[in-house]
Every structure is written in structure tokens, then in C-alpha cells.
């Protein structure tokens, strides 16, 4: 499947703040508490 550019844009701009939400509802990674916090962390 290909994205236009404007869909992918959505699509990052919604996965970071999907990915923290659920972090913050599972308990995964307490001590991140925005957005831009999990956005700029290491995946390790």
C-alpha cells in the first residue's frame, strides 16, 4: 500500500501519540510522562 505524502505525515504525527498512549495505559515506561519525551527516547 502506498501513502500519499499528506497520509504519511498523519500517520507518524499519530502513531507517536498512539504508542504513548498505550504506554501509559499498560504502565510500560513510567517514568516518560509526554509525548515528546517518548518521541526523543531510545528504543532500547
Partial sequence: MKL???D???FYEL???IQF???QKL???T???TVDE???STSE
Fill in 4 to 6: 500519499s505524502r499528506q
Fill in 38 to 40: 517518548y518521541e526523543s
Fill in 15 to 17: 502513531m507517536w501519540a
Fill in 27 to 29: 504502565k510500560i515506561f
Fill in 8 to 10: 504519511a505525515n498523519l
Fill in 31 to 33: 517514568k516518560i510522562k
Fill in 21 to 23: 498512549y498505550v504506554n
